[in-house]
């Protein structure tokens, strides 16, 4: 399976607290992502990386910011968590060449409770 | 109008059938299209992709027709384990972001 791993697996928190959720792949992927998965909605992209500090916005980015200072390593904020912010989180990865799109890897997600 | 659709299901079939999942994506430019299976409360991971001439892998067959932007997954002498809910997956070009359909449930029955 290809190096990608999400931490921590599951974390309950208060309204109004920050949180990061951080994904680490070993397999050297210029693109990273995180979603969220909620019922009747499906997989939404939040944030993506192309590259080492460069970042942009996906569908569902209010109140959610990222950093990518290493290749290997994707973190996402909730900067003041709220209720609307649970969900299960999934990072993921990704490379294309030559004008080849290959397919995601997922992390196994991170289940996320606001309370 | 959503950007890619699919049956919602569920599909509830006996072992042994063979069941149909189709998927509409909405942006011609759409260049690379994908089925990816979702275990419940699992990741979602690659089934395969979908290339234009269409293509095969054991029971799986995946089928693209850019005229009608309509892709297609069969699964023939359905198996327990293939329950589960099927990800239909576009990107519009070389290095954009994945957009994913709803998915579709399949639940096969003894």
């Known amino acids: 399976d290809a190096g990608i791993t999400q931490s921590p697996r599951h974390k309950v928190t208060e309204t109004g607290t920050p949180v990061t959720l951080r994904c680490h792949q070993t397999?050297?992927?210029?693109?990273m992502y995180w979603y969220r998965q909620d019922p009747g909605h499906g997989l939404r992209l939040i944030h993506y990386?192309?590259?080492?500090?460069?970042?942009d916005k996906g569908e569902v980015s209010d109140g959610y910011s990222v950093s990518r200072s290493k290749t290997e390593d994707f973190l996402l904020t909730l900067e003041s968590a709220t209720s609307s912010q649970t969900s299960v989180y999934f990072c993921?990865?990704?490379?294309?060449?030559?004008?080849?799109?290959?397919?995601?890897?997922f992390g196994s997600g991170t289940r996320l409770t606001v309370v | 109008r959503k950007e890619v659709e699919q049956d919602p299901g569920p599909f509830n079939v006996p072992e042994g059938a063979t069941v149909a999942f189709n998927c509409t994506y909405s942006?011609?430019?759409?260049?690379?299209f994908f089925w990816y299976r979702q275990d419940c409360r699992k990741e979602p991971k690659l089934l395969m992709s979908v290339y234009s001439s269409g293509n095969e892998d054991g029971r799986f067959t995946a089928q693209l027709n850019r005229a009608s932007q309509y892709i297609s997954l069969l699964i023939r002498d359905s198996k327990l384990s293939d329950s589960a809910t099927y990800l239909c997956v576009v990107t519009a070009s070389y290095g954009q972001n994945f957009v994913f359909g709803p998915g579709t449930r399949l639940s096969v029955l003894p």
């Open positions: 993921a990865i990704s490379e294309s060449s030559r004008g080849h799109n290959y397919g995601y890897t």
């Open positions: 942006n011609s430019a759409s260049q690379s």
């Open positions: 990386s192309y590259g080492v500090k460069d970042t």
């Open positions: 397999e050297n992927h210029r693109y």
